[in-house]
């Protein structure tokens, strides 16, 4: 699968996720990794920061209003296009961009930070946008980003339930295996009532280990300097069930790293 074809996949989405995620259907970004990956976020009031695969921009809204002075890339037109409109009522002084994280239209140590939600996993060629993000990022700068868990998000994976319907363990298998492919879904939270006539997604799927993502690190140039395995706490899960399984294995698998 080439870039282009992946911006097409995503410029496809753009529109229905967008739609979803506004409407608080996206659980696992708004109870889980969006509050865990801020509070894993260094001070950045003042700073100059990048969002590499920002989609609709709420992610990179949110680290603006701590102070960053933000510019956002994505791989779809339709998305960029989405979170600029976003911008127009509460500016936040960002700049989106439609352009590749595999190959960023910016001069070296541009920023004092870059930051990447659930994005480089979709790519693929994600070693190349750790060795650009390295690239534009100055000197003692760092890149944070979130991927799905690969250890437990493997090419085969079965949430199981007990008999009560709680969620007991998740099976996985093919862990080294090497699958490309583009899985089909919408957000589970959405009701039906909202999910009636719209195409589900069509995501692409890359399978990495978790040695390929520490060595792509360290190959781009970076130390790891901090790892979170972020999951709801028992009040989260009760205020939103939706969210419960995240507290059998670990989903998400959030890193710093210092340039």
Known sequence: MTDTEVGRLWDENAPVWTRL?????????????????????PDVAGLEGLDLGCGEGHNTRRVAARGARMTA?????RFAALAR???????????YLAASAQALPFPAGTFDFAMATMSLMDLPQPAAALREAHRVVRPGGFLQFSILHPCFNTPYRRLVRNAEG?????????YFASVERVDEWLFSAAPPEAKQGLRPFR?????????????????????????EEPYADEETARRCPAVADTRVTAYFLHLRCRR
């Open 21 to 41: 995620a506004r409407a608080g259907y996206d659980v696992d970004r708004d109870w889980i990794n969006t509050p865990a990956f801020l509070a894993m976020l």
């Open 73 to 77: 890339v994505d791989i779809s037109p």
């Open 85 to 95: 409109q976003a911008e127009a009522p509460e500016p936040h002084g960002i700049r």
């Open 166 to 174: 709680n969620p007991r363990c998740v099976e996985v298998a093919d």
């Open 203 to 227: 995501v692409p799927y890359f399978h990495r280990t978790l040695s390929w993502w520490l060595n792509a690190i360290i190959e781009a140039g970076f130390t790891l300097e901090r790892v």
